[in-house]
C-alpha cells in the first residue's frame, strides 16, 4: 500500500475535506475518541469534521444529550468517547490507569505523613460522593468540593527532588482517581468550552440509571468475569483503531493504548487480522478484510484541506508519523512531543496555524503548495475564525510555530 492510499484512507476515514460528519457522534467515533487533554481540542476536532459544525452542537452532545463523555483512558490521556463506547474503553485502558493512579497517590500521601492512605482515600471517597449526591444535578466545582470534603485540602508533594516538584492539594488527584474509576464524571466547564474548570457529578447522575455501569463499582464482576470483559473490550478497541487508523505498524498501535506487548497479542489474537506491506518497507497491520485499496473514486481528485488543533487526534493516531508529517516536526511539536495547531492538504501536514490577540486565524506554511491550495487554505482560516467567534484559543502545551503565530 503505498503513501497516497494512505492518505486516501485517512481523509475518508477521519471525516476530513470532502467527507466530513453530519454529527458530532460521528465525527469522534472516525477517530475512535477526541483528545481532551486540552478542551478546545474537542470543539476545534468535531468543527473540522462536520457538516454543519456548531459550538453549540459539540455542547449540546457533552452536556445536554451527554452522547460524548470524558473519560481518563489510553496512555493516561484525557479523551472524550461516544457514549456507547464507554465501557470498552474503561475496561480495556481506565482499569489499569485508575489502579497505578490510586497507588501513585496512596504514595503520595504517605511521603506527606499519613499513616494510612487507603483508609484515609476511602474516607475522602465517600465524603465527596455523599457532597456530589446531595448537590444533585447542578454537581460541584473542585473547589466547592474542597469547602464540603476539608481533609482534600492536605498538602502533598509531587515530584519531589526533580525539577517539576509541586507541593499541591489533594482535591484534583482524589477526583482525577475516582473519575478513572468510573464512580465521577468531569461535567461542564466554568468560564467556557476552552477552561479546564470542571464542575463533578456522580455517574449515574450523569450518565442516567441506563448508562454504561461502571467496571469497578461495588459489587461488580468477578475476578475472572472482570478478566474476560476486559480481553473482549481490548479486542474491540483494537478493531476500531485498526478500522480507523490502519494500516499501520504494531510500534503504533502500542503507542496510541500505551498498554503492554502481552496485553496487545492477546487482544490481535482474537481477531482476522492480516500484515500490509506498506510504502517504505514497512509492515502494518489491517483487518483481514479491509486490506482491498480505497482507490480514487468521487471526491479523490479534488484537493482538501483542513485546520487541525492541538494534539487532535489524527495526527495523534500514529508513533511513526513520516509519511504524513515529512520534516516539519520541529516547529510543531513541542519537546514531550506534543503537537500544536496543524495546516494539512491531501492528506499531509503542510504548515500551522495560530490566533492573533485580535482573533485572526494565522497561517504558516512549511513548503510550497501552490494558489489553488493556498486559496482554499485562507478559505478555511476565514471560516474557523468565524466558527470560534471572539474566543480566544491558547493551547495547553504551546508549539514553537504557534507561539511565533499568535504573538
Same mark, same amino acid.
Given at each position: 500500500?503505498?503513501?497516497?492510499?494512505?492518505?486516501?484512507?485517512?481523509?475518508?476515514?477521519?471525516?476530513?475535506?470532502?467527507?466530513?460528519?453530519?454529527?458530532?457522534?460521528?465525527?469522534?467515533?472516525?477517530?475512535?475518541?477526541?483528545?481532551?487533554?486540552?478542551?478546545?481540542?474537542?470543539?476545534?476536532?468535531?468543527?473540522?469534521?462536520?457538516?454543519?459544525?456548531?459550538?453549540?452542537?459539540?455542547?449540546?452532545?457533552?452536556?445536554?444529550?451527554?452522547?460524548?463523555?470524558?473519560?481518563?483512558?489510553?496512555?493516561?490521556?484525557?479523551?472524550?468517547?461516544?457514549?456507547?463506547?464507554?465501557?470498552?474503553?474503561?475496561?480495556?485502558?481506565?482499569?489499569?490507569?485508575?489502579?497505578?493512579?490510586?497507588?501513585?497517590?496512596?504514595?503520595?500521601?504517605?511521603?506527606?505523613?499519613?499513616? &494510612?492512605? *487507603? $483508609?484515609?482515600? /476511602?474516607? #475522602?471517597? =465517600? !465524603?465527596?460522593?455523599?457532597?456530589?449526591?446531595? +448537590?444533585?444535578?447542578?454537581?460541584?466545582?473542585?473547589?466547592?468540593?474542597?469547602?464540603?470534603?476539608?481533609?482534600?485540602?492536605?498538602?502533598?508533594?509531587?515530584?519531589?527532588?526533580?525539577?517539576?516538584?509541586?507541593?499541591?492539594?489533594?482535591?484534583?488527584?482524589?477526583?482525577?482517581?475516582?473519575?478513572?474509576?468510573?464512580?465521577?464524571?468531569?461535567?461542564?466547564?466554568?468560564?467556557?468550552?476552552?477552561?479546564?474548570?470542571?464542575?463533578?457529578?456522580?455517574?449515574?447522575?450523569?450518565?442516567?440509571?441506563?448508562?454504561?455501569?461502571?467496571?469497578?463499582?461495588?459489587?461488580?464482576?468477578?475476578?475472572? &468475569?472482570? *478478566? $474476560?470483559?476486559? /480481553?473482549? #473490550?481490548? =479486542? !474491540?478497541?483494537?478493531?476500531?483503531?485498526?478500522? +480507523?487508523?490502519?494500516?499501520?505498524?504494531?510500534?503504533?498501535?502500542?503507542?496510541?493504548?500505551?498498554?503492554?506487548?502481552?496485553?496487545?497479542?492477546?487482544?490481535?489474537?482474537?481477531?482476522?487480522?492480516?500484515?500490509?506491506?506498506?510504502?517504505?518497507?514497512?509492515?502494518?497491520?489491517?483487518?483481514?478484510?479491509?486490506?482491498?485499496?480505497?482507490?480514487?473514486?468521487?471526491?479523490?481528485?479534488?484537493?482538501?484541506?483542513?485546520?487541525?488543533?492541538?494534539?487532535?487526534?489524527?495526527?495523534?493516531?500514529?508513533?511513526?508519523?513520516?509519511?504524513?508529517?515529512?520534516?516539519?516536526?520541529?516547529?510543531?511539536? &513541542?519537546?514531550?512531543?506534543?503537537?500544536?495547531?496543524?495546516?494539512?492538504?491531501?492528506?499531509?501536514?503542510?504548515?500551522?496555524?495560530?490566533?492573533?490577540?485580535?482573533?485572526?486565524?494565522?497561517?504558516?506554511?512549511?513548503?510550497?503548495?501552490?494558489?489553488?491550495?493556498?486559496?482554499?487554505?485562507?478559505?478555511?482560516?476565514?471560516?474557523?475564525?468565524?466558527?470560534?467567534?471572539?474566543?480566544?484559543?491558547?493551547?495547553?502545551?504551546?508549539?514553537?510555530?504557534?507561539?511565533?503565530?499568535?504573538?
Amino acid at each position: 500500500m503505498d503513501l497516497a492510499e494512505r492518505r486516501r484512507r485517512l481523509a475518508r476515514r477521519h471525516r476530513l475535506g470532502p467527507w466530513v460528519a453530519p454529527s458530532v457522534e460521528e465525527a469522534a467515533a472516525s477517530v475512535v475518541a477526541f483528545h481532551a487533554t486540552d478542551p478546545a481540542t474537542v470543539y476545534l476536532s468535531a468543527l473540522a469534521r462536520m457538516t454543519e459544525p456548531s459550538l453549540g452542537a459539540v455542547d449540546r452532545a457533552l452536556h445536554d444529550n451527554r452522547s460524548l463523555v470524558r473519560v481518563l483512558a489510553m496512555r493516561r490521556t484525557l479523551f472524550v468517547v461516544p457514549t456507547p463506547l464507554l465501557a470498552t474503553v474503561e475496561r480495556s485502558s481506565s482499569v489499569a490507569v485508575a489502579a497505578n493512579e490510586r497507588r501513585r497517590l496512596a504514595g503520595y500521601l504517605a511521603e506527606a505523613g499519613l499513616d &494510612d492512605p *487507603a $483508609a484515609w482515600l /476511602a474516607e #475522602a471517597a =465517600a !465524603e465527596v460522593e455523599a457532597a456530589l449526591a446531595e +448537590a444533585g444535578d447542578r454537581g460541584l466545582s473542585a473547589r466547592e468540593i474542597t469547602v464540603r470534603v476539608p481533609q482534600l485540602a492536605a498538602r502533598m508533594t509531587i515530584g519531589a527532588g526533580s525539577p517539576n516538584e509541586v507541593t499541591t492539594g489533594a482535591t484534583s488527584r482524589v477526583l482525577g482517581v475516582l473519575a478513572a474509576e468510573g464512580r465521577l464524571v468531569r461535567g461542564r466547564t466554568a468560564g467556557g468550552w476552552t477552561t479546564r474548570r470542571y464542575q463533578w457529578h456522580l455517574r449515574h447522575q450523569w450518565l442516567g440509571p441506563d448508562g454504561p455501569p461502571a467496571p469497578m463499582s461495588d459489587g461488580g464482576p468477578s475476578a475472572e &468475569d472482570a *478478566a $474476560a470483559q476486559s /480481553a473482549s #473490550a481490548s =479486542a !474491540e478497541l483494537v478493531e476500531r483503531w485498526l478500522r +480507523a487508523f490502519g494500516p499501520a505498524p504494531f510500534d503504533d498501535l502500542k503507542w496510541w493504548t500505551g498498554w503492554t506487548v502481552r496485553q496487545l497479542k492477546a487482544a490481535l489474537a482474537v481477531l482476522d487480522v492480516a500484515e500490509v506491506e506498506l510504502e517504505g518497507a514497512t509492515v502494518g497491520l489491517a483487518m483481514a478484510d479491509d486490506q482491498d485499496p480505497v482507490g480514487a473514486g468521487d471526491g479523490d481528485d479534488q484537493p482538501w484541506v483542513a485546520l487541525l488543533p492541538a494534539l487532535d487526534a489524527t495526527p495523534m493516531g500514529w508513533k511513526e508519523r513520516s509519511w504524513y508529517l515529512g520534516d516539519h516536526r520541529e516547529p510543531l511539536f &513541542d519537546r514531550s512531543g506534543n503537537i500544536g495547531p496543524t495546516v494539512w492538504v491531501d492528506g499531509r501536514i503542510v504548515g500551522g496555524w495560530g490566533q492573533r490577540p485580535g482573533g485572526e486565524i494565522a497561517v504558516e506554511l512549511l513548503e510550497d503548495i501552490g494558489a489553488e491550495r493556498r486559496s482554499l487554505i485562507d478559505g478555511e482560516a476565514e471560516r474557523f475564525a468565524g466558527l470560534v467567534g471572539a474566543t480566544r484559543i491558547r493551547p495547553v502545551f504551546p508549539t514553537p510555530l504557534q507561539r511565533k503565530l499568535s504573538s
